[in-house]
């Protein structure tokens, strides 16, 4: 277990060549244009309302049924309205309009996207309240972190609190907030690791914060130490690009998804599961570190180091 005196682990970039990837590489490139003009306004209205429909448009029901509501959340989309950017789309807006009624049970962070758990009557709402603050609900996340984790399995429990300096920051701090991540390795690379965060305490960008203190920020998280975007360039040698073209980040949000919810339904007591699939950006980042910074097997399977 990884407490708050532990010592942070290297951090290990290298890159690595392989041969073109004719699809990919042209996905990731785009023409520079720029005609300068101005858009009135009634055109940046239009422009708006057109983004926010298409926001619409990739917002998912997994489940529903007279008690609650699980929804794929795309990354850009608020959970619940949100007090700066009153006219932004957000869940709880777009259920309430959807239902007449809908009730939050927990949120997601605006970039990361995957399933969000909402309650359609104040039963179930209460109910489910309770289940997470007995922790008895499950949610586990993927996500792709900076440098190669050593251990296959650790528990970061780390306190955390909110930095006295940087507002909506969150820090280690033996002064805060009981806090408990574990982890497991599902792929490592040469540049990241895949991992997948099993949250069991909730805090306010637990898992972010978790990993910057073991020396392993997200693979994009600004905030927290990792990068603000995610080139093929970075880790695929003899990449050129044709004349006027300029390329296109992979990612350019936190390298974070919410895989999968578990739960006891609040009126039948079944323990439900829900998994969400990975959205294409994430899919893709994934796909490119398997295809351009994969570890050779007979590094892989001797990686586990034990430092106990």
């Not at 489940?63 to 699980?70: A, C, H, M, Q, S």
């Not at 309009?97 to 399933?115: A, P, S």
């Not at 990449?239 to 350019?252: A, D, R, S, W």
Request: with cysteine.
């Amino acid at each position: 277990m990884l407490k708050m005196s532990d010592t942070k682990e290297s951090v290990r970039h290298q890159r690595k060549d392989s041969s073109f990837f004719d699809v990919l590489h042209f996905l990731q490139c785009r023409t520079s244009e720029n005609s300068g003009r101005r858009l009135a306004p009634s055109e940046n209205s239009l422009k708006n309302k057109h983004r926010i429909n298409m926001k619409k448009s990739t917002i998912k029901i997994i489940f529903e049924d007279d008690d609650i509501v699980v929804v794929s959340k795309p990354a850009g989309v608020f959970t619940i309205p949100d007090r700066y950017k009153v006219d932004a789309l957000n869940l709880y807006g777009y259920l309430t309009e959807k239902y007449g009624e809908i009730f939050t049970v927990h949120r997601l962070d605006k970039e990361t996207d995957g399933l969000v758990l909402f309650a359609k009557n104040a039963d179930a709402h209460r109910n489910l309240n309770q289940q997470f603050q007995d922790h008895t609900v499950s949610k586990k996340y993927h996500v792709v972190i900076s440098g190669m984790l050593a251990k296959d399995e650790i528990d970061i429990d780390i306190p955390v609190i909110p930095s006295p300096v940087k507002k909506g920051i969150m820090i280690p701090s033996v002064r805060g907030k009981a806090s408990l991540t574990k982890v497991k390795i599902l792929e490592r690379f040469k540049a990241a690791t895949l991992i997948e965060c099993d949250l069991v305490t909730g805090r306010h960008h637990q898992i972010r914060v978790h990993c910057s203190a073991i020396g392993h920020p997200l693979l994009i998280d600004e905030q927290y130490g990792g990068g603000t975007e995610f080139m093929l360039s970075s880790i695929k040698r003899k990449f050129n690009l044709k004349k006027h073209q300029v390329e296109k980040p992979i990612m350019t949000r936190v390298s974070m998804h919410a895989n999968e919810i578990s739960f006891d339904h609040p009126t039948t007591g079944e323990r439900v599961t829900f998994n969400d699939e990975y959205p294409k950006d994430f899919r893709v980042l994934v796909q490119v570190l398997k295809k351009y910074s994969a570890v050779p097997d007979y590094i892989a399977d001797n990686y586990d180091y034990d430092f106990d």
